[in-house]
């Protein structure tokens, strides 16, 4: 029979608790010095040959006896003979006995074969490295619960260090599980889901010093994955089971736990990653149960897998940098779990910028796109645009200073702009937020970005863009720059099923159409072509459905979920749709004046006006470059 329980325990009691439950007893394994790079020393390591063992020479030139040398003088030089009063040696040589200084090659005179003229004397052990100058034998190298690193390994070869002992890698078993889950692949049937969050996990594990055991996929089948987990903890010593840790009729992890052991934490008050499980086998070994969603999976990984693969090496689970930001946006949150926001961050007038990206628990590219992590407590509600809050960084602070924000309308051109950015100039990054063209020039207003994305329509004019700028920016100097004029139609289904032509076509009872959010320049487009046909918005069926940008406006299209949106060419194109084109439109940069002359202000228009960025933008059709970076007007 299986459980079903699913609890709201408060994260960090949850992961006090798991670390509090796990006592690993550290294995020790003698690796070659050679292959130690990232392993963790078991015990304090001490050197058993000094470096150098002998007294060598530091420079190319001639080993003499100080003493002798004493007389030497510009006016009065001196002649040494070879064998008699000196020796040749080359860096690294040792010193012959009778000898105790070096003079080096550029300060002799050569008068024959066997004599040399010297006008300045030499001080003892001058250019001689004496034996243990680097290492003495006995000394300690490198202490106890130490990481190796590439200069450890050089200066354990040196003691004669030939293999360290270390702890042993803990050993993670993968266990993904799930009747419609498949391996990596294009051809997918409907109902397949790639598998690829063991490769994540894995991945993880390496990175975290541990040793990956990819099971492979496990179905939905109780007794099959029941015999993995047994087998598992034959052979690993942390177990992770992805998916069905929640409590559907197919959520089996916690049963499985229960089976073999105890399940001590069955949900988590967060949002994502609430359906984790943690328990403990009959052996003692940990089972943590991963929730199937990727960001949900991979903020468990970091909760609970991370800090037991560090305590298991014995060493402290390492903290991220974290920065006070200023939000951009508003985020709301519901009280009684704990909200975790994916932002992305960028440093504005001397103030870090964030903007949250999307909360969805399966949207795996929140993560990639993400320069950070907010963490809302239980008891809030959220805070309001403008806020300063504390995040932790996913990004080196580095990279963040130097990323370029936009923020505005969405176009897929911004994500070649960015991709040509880090290839003419890898210092600069670009982050961009899809909020609309209005919200993106109201960022420019509140110094929340650097750059908006617009085109919007002056109903009255024909004209795109000016006015709006004249209306919302009328008290600061702002530069509008024209990136691409691009092409906007009906965006249908492959061989326009619903035979849709003109706008008029959108009222017929069986149309679903799919709109933009308020703000957005094609949601301006879309009810001026309305208002000239004069169809009330209420005769659309869907006028009031919203996406937040044309890729995912086409996906929806692709998907089945509507017939018909207003869109760029090109997001039909990558979704192979068809396109029935209805404007050419412009679609323009604002920013600042200040940002406009500043170096990364021109660096953007360099790119923006290079071969490399036009070429590649035209190819992809609907798109004209004709007035890229050419300034369209100035307040």
């Known amino acids: 029979m299986r459980k079903i329980y699913l609890e709201d325990k408060p994260l960090q009691e949850a992961i006090d608790q798991a670390l509090a439950a796990f006592h690993f007893e550290p294995k020790v ?33 001639i080993a003499v006896k100080a003493e002798n040398t004493y007389s030497a003088h510009e006016q009065t030089p001196l002649q040494l003979k070879l064998h008699q009063d000196y020796e040749v040696v080359d860096t690294g040589d040792p ?22 003229e010297i006008i300045e004397p030499a001080s003892p052990w001058k250019h001689i490295r004496p034996i243990g100058e680097d290492i003495v034998a ?86 099959l994955i029941t015999d993995a987990v047994k087998n598992a903890l034959e052979e690993a010593d942390i177990i992770l089971m992805n998916a069905g840790s929640s409590a559907g009729r197919e959520d089996f992890t916690s049963t499985v736990i229960d089976s073999l052991g105890e399940v001590m934490v069955h949900g988590v008050a967060t949002r994502p990653g609430k359906p984790v499980v943690v328990g403990k086998a009959h052996n003692g070994k940990p089972i943590i149960g991963v929730p199937g969603y990727p960001v949900s999976a991979y903020l468990a990984m970091d909760w609970f ?16 940098q974290k920065i006070k930001v200023k939000l951009g946006r ?8 704990e909200d975790f926001i994916r932002l992305t961050i960028g440093k504005v007038n001397g103030q870090y910028v964030a903007n949250p990206l999307t909360r969805s628990a399966g949207v795996t590219m929140s993560l990639v796109r993400a320069d950070g992590l907010l963490r809302i407590p239980i008891q809030s509600q959220g805070y309001e645009q403008g806020e300063e809050v504390e995040v932790e960084l996913y990004q080196p602070i580095e990279k963040i200073d130097n990323t370029l924000v936009f923020v505005g309308s969405h176009d897929l051109t911004l994500d070649i702009l960015a991709s040509t ?8 990054s670009l982050s961009s937020g899809h909020v609309g063209s209005l919200a993106g020039i109201l960022s420019v207003r509140k110094g929340e970005c650097h750059v908006a994305g617009t085109h919007l329509l002056d109903e009255k004019t024909g004209e795109y863009n000016v006015s709006y700028l004249q209306q919302y920016l009328p008290n600061q100097e702002v530069v509008l720059v024209n990136l691409v004029y691009r092409q906007q139609g009906w965006i249908v289904q492959k061989g326009n099923p619903k035979e849709i032509q003109t706008i008029q076509d959108l009222t017929k009872d069986d149309v679903r159409y799919i709109n933009r959010q308020r703000g957005a320049g094609t949601r301006i487009l879309f009810d001026y072509l309305l208002k000239e046909k004069n169809i009330p918005p209420d005769q659309v069926y869907g006028y009031s459905r919203e996406d937040f940008s044309h890729l995912s406006l086409a996906a929806a299209i692709r998907g089945g979920n509507a017939d018909v949106g207003l869109g760029i060419y090109s997001a039909a194109k990558v979704l192979d749709l068809d396109f029935i084109p209805v404007a050419e439109e412009r679609y323009d940069l604002v920013m600042t004046k200040e940002f406009y002359e500043s170096e990364k202000g021109q660096a953007l228009i360099n790119v923006m006006t290079s071969d490399v960025f036009i070429q590649e933008v035209e190819a992809m059709g609907g798109y004209s470059c004709r007035d890229a970076g050419k300034v369209m007007y100035k307040s």
Do not use: C
Request: aromatic share 6%; no cysteine.
């Open 29 to 61: 394994e003698m690796v070659p010095t050679t292959e130690a790079l990232g392993r963790i020393t078991a015990e304090a390591i001490f050197a058993k040959v000094s470096m150098p063992n002998f007294h060598a020479s530091a420079m190319d030139g």
């Open 95 to 116: 010193i012959p006995e009778q000898f105790d200084a070096v003079i080096m090659i550029e300060y002799l005179h050569q008068i024959d074969e066997e004599t040399l």
């Open 138 to 223: 006995g000394e300690m190298i490198i202490s106890a619960n130490h990481k190796i690193r590439p200069v450890d390994q050089g200066a354990l070869l040196a003691g004669g260090i030939v293999e360290v002992p270390v702890f042993a890698k803990p050993k993670v078993a993968i266990i993904p599980t799930g009747t419609e889950l498949v391996m990596p692949t294009t051809d997918l049937k409907t109902g397949d889901i790639i598998e690829f969050n063991g490769t994540v996990f894995s991945s993880y594990v390496k990175e975290w010093g541990g040793e990956p055991i990819y099971k492979g996929i496990i179905i939905d089948d109780l007794q």
């Open 305 to 320: 897998v991370k800090p037991l693969m560090h305590q298991f090496q014995g060493l402290a689970n390492p903290n991220r």
């Open 330 to 337: 508003r985020i709301i949150s519901k009280m009684g779990a």
């Open 421 to 428: 950015i880090r290839k003419m100039d890898p210092s600069y």
